[in-house]
């Protein structure tokens, strides 16, 4: 550490995505040394932030190396394999989220196990290496079923639905091949779909978010509506306390982020994220404190932010690549358009789906937001015109 | 520029203090491809800057290299002579503001002339180069008056009170001896100052942010409460107006601070900074759009954003410097007094004195949130402990 400021932490994050650009921005206020390890100069966080260190950013070295020269390090994804982050905190290395905690953001069979012995409320699971073992879970639960692989996937995907028992045989005897875990799980018939964000420091002081209605489109999220409109309060604050128990029975340090089923009984707990995640991008323009700056808050053990809103309501809309890599010059239209739109870039090559940037409006009518937050994305995108 | 966006400007800021490293953040978001003109590596802009240019952020040479490799310039100073200013726009470099406006921040009697010209309500002001002439001037208005370096200052300050002949006397002397031009200003019996932030892009937009209020100590800022507590709409239209006619009348590209007094008839221009300014650093957690993210708006001809508030009140507090170097070990009490205060550090050095962050509140009651503002700002300087 620096003579200057002899307590300012050097705090690290792994992985070089846009979570760690907006981690850095957040960082920047507060006057913490933040470095990135980023795979390519060219990732979002590396183009911007003042401390990158390039490297391969899941591979033992160089997360080994990087680590030693931080305080502490974070991550903004979950991919850097459990033998690296072992070898780490064995050589000294302080890790928020730890290695233990990390696992059941890395293994959907782990937290499924975990969940259970918690009694979260959960969809019905079972693990699956056969066929049969699909069809006798829908015996019970119905077809279609959802098949998750546990860790990684292939083909670029890690969900599946099966309709019936062929297309079931096919995924499972594809997974076995590849060697990825497979889950079963009851498609839940939900309402909607919700996230709940909790921020945790190694203390034990938590924080949590309003909870929120995510929309999401072929398993993408779209959009995000903050709060979620019409949800009962007992429901809300169910949610919050299930994220809650879930970041303390974990061991969560930093932002856990927790997606949800609303059903008509309740709320289902349907994936873990530890770290900041786009479901809680709104809280940039629409929170007292950001996920980014309550991430950083507790990864470095000081007292956590108000997780308030701003305004009654924030809709965040994601923007997606088109087919036009000219994002910028349609920037012209899009503020001329609505000058109260907030758009967040990434820095990202444009590539046609590819999550490239979001947008946030807030107000009072979440409709209205919605409206607008989607026709600058939309716009943004570009393939409409 | 780059393959991958082609239209997107490299923005170069020359000036690596802490209004670079705020418009750094604000650029991130914008995905503009930013970059700083720093003296040192240790500038506080050029701690966090993924693009930073290390030169003399004066001189002709480095600003006339820096400006060729951007597309466009813009300042965080007014410092750069105007020589330098001119052989870059010869060169052909971009410059928002552009050298002609910047006279205007950079010396005050050219600055004063102009006002007189507008009709713009200012204070009695005239050159003064001997004693008789400050003596001719209190005899019409009176003293104490105000003598200002219209450029640059010494001992490190530009502004003095004379309380009577002998002492003009003194000054007049020293500043004839340094080569310093002065004007003499009446002392203004004004009841509060004020602040008005606007934005013009080059072909002509503008956005005014609402009047706020100034609290200084000793001519330095120490408050701003934004909007300015109880000011009557009519004055407040008018102080919004002036700016407005001001920024327009002087070809203003970018941020225009106007600083006023308010007296018992209306207001009166007392300075102008060409920049991003002190007195706007609220509109980061206070308003739709910050000031720095409407800077780099205006410099790239992009539309402005909307400059209305996301509280009816919004407090910011600056954090001076104080004995002890080690604000970040303070920040445990201040967040866990208060989780609702922002905290700004510009990652400078600590010298008793100088500004080295800033905290902010947003809230209904004006006067609570400047309690809690000054007590953060308070304990992070940490002289009372």
Redesign the interface.
Known sequence: MSE?????PRMGMVGGGQLS??T??A?????ID?SVLAADPRDSA?????D?VLGDDRGLDDVLAFAKACDVVTFDHEHVPEPVLRAVEEAGGLLRPGRRALRFAQDKLVMRTRMAELGAPSPAWRAVSAPEHVDAFADEHGWPIVLKAARGGYDGKGVWIADGPEEAAVIVARAAAEGVPLLAEEKVGFRRELAVQVARSPHGQV?VYPVVETLQRDGICHEVIAPAPGLDEEKATRAQQAAIEIAHALDVTGVLAVEMFETAEGVLVNELAMRPHNSGHWTIDGA??SQFEQHL?AVAN?????P?T??PYTVMANVLGGAD?????R??HV??KD??V??????K??RPGRKI?HVTV?GDDHRDLLARARDAADYLRGDDQ
């Open positions: 200057r400021n002899r307590t300012v650009r907006m850095h921005q960082g920047i206020a507060l006057g933040f590396a183009r911007v932030c003042g990158v924080a007292v404190t808050r000081l007292p956590l932010g108000a308030g701003v305004a890599p000219d994002v910028y010059g920037y012209l503020m001329a000058p109260g907030k758009v967040h870039m990434y820095g090559d444009v940037g807030t």
